[in-house]
C-alpha cells in the first residue's frame, strides 16, 4: 500500500516570492510521482511527472520537482510565483507494474498575494 | 485533440436514487480510471478499467460499479445513494502506465 503526505494543507506567498510545496510519500514498491494542479470548478491538470533517470523534473511554466529516494520526498518548487499559480496542488504516486491507480495527498492550497 | 470529457456536469438526486455517469477518454486511450473528490475525504481512487476489464478497484462499497465499453468509453453507477456520496467525481483516461488525463468533473449533489 502507498500513503502520501503533503505536509501543508495551505501556503500563503506574495507574488514574485519562491515557493515550496512539500510532499512525502511512502510506499514498498517503485513508484512513479507526480504533480497535478487544480483550479476551481475544473478537474486535474498534469504538472509535472517522474519516471524515470534525472531526479529534477521541470515543467513548462517554471515548476520544478526533486525526487530524492532516500527521503521519499518529491517537492514541488518554484523561484518566482505569479497570482496565476494560485490553485490547489496535488502530489500522487502509482504503483510501476500496477496499472493507473494513483494515491492522492490531501493537496496543499496555494495563495498567491500582490 | 479533444480531451476527457464527462457527462453530465451537474446532477442532482435523492436519497435512495441511483445515477449513472458517463466519461469519453481521449481518442486512442484504453484506460480509464474513476475517482472521487470531496472536500472531507480529499481524491481517492474508485476503479480502472483497460480494454473492458476492470484492472483496479479501491476500497469502495459494492454500490460503486462500473463498465467499460468496447470503444474505451466508460460509465461508473451509484445505486442507493446517500447524503455522503455528495461529490465531484473524476474520470481520468491514459495510454499507458506513466499518465493520466482528466476530465472536468461531475458534481453530483445527494439530497
Known amino acids: 500500500a502507498q500513503s502520501v503526505t503533503q505536509l501543508d494543507s495551505q501556503v500563503p506567498v506574495f507574488e514574485e516570492a519562491p515557493v515550496e510545496l512539500r510532499c512525502n510519500y511512502s510506499s514498498s514498491v517503485s513508484v512513479y510521482l507526480f504533480w497535478y494542479v487544480q483550479y476551481p470548478n475544473q478537474g486535474l491538470q498534469l504538472l509535472l511527472k517522474?519516471?524515470?533517470?534525472?531526479?529534477l523534473v521541470e515543467s513548462i511554466n517554471g515548476f520544478e520537482a526533486e525526487f530524492n529516494k532516500s527521503q521519499t520526498s518529491f517537492h514541488l518548487r518554484k523561484p518566482s510565483v505569479h497570482i496565476s499559480d494560485t490553485a490547489e496542488y496535488f502530489c500522487a504516486v502509482s504503483d510501476r507494474n500496477a496499472g493507473n491507480m494513483l494515491t492522492f495527498g490531501g493537496g496543499t492550497r496555494l495563495m498567491v498575494k500582490p | 485533440k479533444a480531451g476527457v470529457t464527462q457527462t453530465p456536469r451537474y446532477l442532482i438526486k435523492t436519497r435512495g436514487q441511483q445515477v449513472t455517469l458517463s466519461c469519453s477518454p481521449i481518442s486512442g486511450h484504453r484506460s480509464v480510471s474513476w475517482y472521487q473528490q470531496t472536500p472531507g475525504q480529499g481524491l481517492q481512487f474508485l476503479f480502472e478499467y483497460f480494454s473492458e476489464t476492470q484492472r483496479n478497484k479501491g476500497n469502495f462499497p459494492g454500490r460503486f460499479s462500473g463498465r467499460q465499453f468496447s470503444n474505451s468509453r466508460s460509465e461508473m453507477n451509484v445505486s442507493t445513494l446517500e447524503l455522503g456520496d455528495s461529490a465531484l467525481y473524476l474520470c481520468a483516461s491514459g495510454r499507458g502506465y506513466n499518465e493520466q488525463f482528466f476530465g472536468p468533473g461531475t458534481r453530483l449533489t445527494v439530497l
Open positions: 517522474y519516471l524515470s533517470g534525472s531526479t
